[in-house]
T-cell receptor
Framework: DVKVTQSSRYLVKRTGEKVFLECVQD?????MFWYRQDPGLGLRLIYF???????EKGDIPEGYSVSREKKERFSLILESASTNQTSMYLC?????????????FGQGTRLTVV | AQSVTQPDIHITVSEGASLELRCNYS??????LFWYVQSPGQGLQLLLK??????LVQGIKGFEAEFKRSQSSFNLRKPSVHWSDAAEYFC???????????FGSGTRLQVQP
C-alpha cells in the first residue's frame, strides 16, 4: 500500500514564525501535492511538484512556498505564519498524470497560528 | 477551468436507509472522476473512480456511483447506510494533461440510529 506520512498531526505556532510542514511518500510517485482544507471550502490546492526541484503554483499559493529536494519528500513552508493560515493541511501523492491521477493522502496536519 | 459542485453541505439519513450524494462537475474534456471519504481527524480515502467504459462503477464499502455525461454528474449511492458511514465525502475531477485533482466543498453525512 502507498503510504504518505506527514511529520506532525498537530502544530501550534506563533504569528510571524517560519513553519515547515514535511511530507514523505514511499511509492516512488512522480507527483506530490499540498492542499489546504477549510470548512465549507473543501480542499484547495496550494502547490504541487511533478519532479525533484520542479514545482507549480496551485490555486492559493500566496504566503506559501515549497521545496522538493528528493523525490520522496515534499515540504510546505509558511515564510511568516499568520492567523489566517490556521487550517488543516493535507499532503498527497500520485503516480503520474492522466489515468494515474488518483491521489493518496496523508493523515493531515492541523496547524493553529496564535 | 475545471470545477466541482457538491450542492448538499450536510445530509442526515437513518441507519438502513438509502443514500445519494450529488456531484456536478465542469471540465472541458473527458473527465476522470473520484469520490473520497474522510473520517473525523483523518486523511482522505478513495471510495471509487471513473475513467471510461461502464458508467456505473462499484467501490469499496458497498458504494457505487453513476457517471452521466449529459448531466455532468457523478452521484454517489449506497442502498443501505451503516452508522460507520458517517463522515465527510468529497467528489473530485481530473483529466488528461492535468496532474492535480480539483475537489468539491464536501458533503457531511450524519447517520441517525
Amino acid at each position: 500500500d502507498v503510504k504518505v506520512t506527514q511529520s506532525s498531526r498537530y502544530l501550534v505556532k506563533r504569528t510571524g514564525e517560519k513553519v515547515f510542514l514535511e511530507c514523505v511518500q514511499d511509492m516512488d510517485h512522480e507527483n506530490m501535492f499540498w492542499y489546504r482544507q477549510d470548512p465549507g471550502l473543501g480542499l484547495r490546492l496550494i502547490y504541487f511538484s511533478y519532479d525533484v526541484k520542479m514545482k507549480e503554483k496551485g490555486d492559493i499559493p500566496e504566503g506559501y512556498s515549497v521545496s522538493r529536494e528528493k523525490k520522496e519528500r515534499f515540504s510546505l513552508i509558511l515564510e511568516s505564519a499568520s492567523t489566517n493560515q490556521t487550517s488543516m493541511y493535507l499532503c498527497a501523492s500520485s503516480l503520474q498524470g492522466g489515468r494515474n491521477t488518483e491521489a493518496f493522502f496523508g493523515q493531515g496536519t492541523r496547524l493553529t497560528v496564535v | 477551468a475545471q470545477s466541482v459542485t457538491q450542492p448538499d453541505i450536510h445530509i442526515t439519513v437513518s441507519e438502513g436507509a438509502s443514500l445519494e450524494l450529488r456531484c456536478n462537475y465542469s471540465y472541458g474534456a473527458t473527465p476522470y472522476l473520484f469520490w473520497y471519504v474522510q473520517s473525523p481527524g483523518q486523511g482522505l480515502q478513495l471510495l471509487l473512480k471513473y475513467f471510461s467504459g461502464d458508467t456505473l462503477v462499484q467501490g469499496i464499502k458497498g458504494f457505487e456511483a453513476e457517471f452521466k455525461r449529459s448531466q455532468s454528474s457523478f452521484n454517489l449511492r449506497k442502498p443501505s447506510v451503516h452508522w460507520s458511514d458517517a463522515a465527510e465525502y468529497f467528489c473530485a475531477v481530473g483529466g488528461t494533461g492535468r496532474r492535480a485533482l480539483t475537489f468539491g466543498s464536501g458533503t457531511r453525512l450524519q447517520v441517525q440510529p
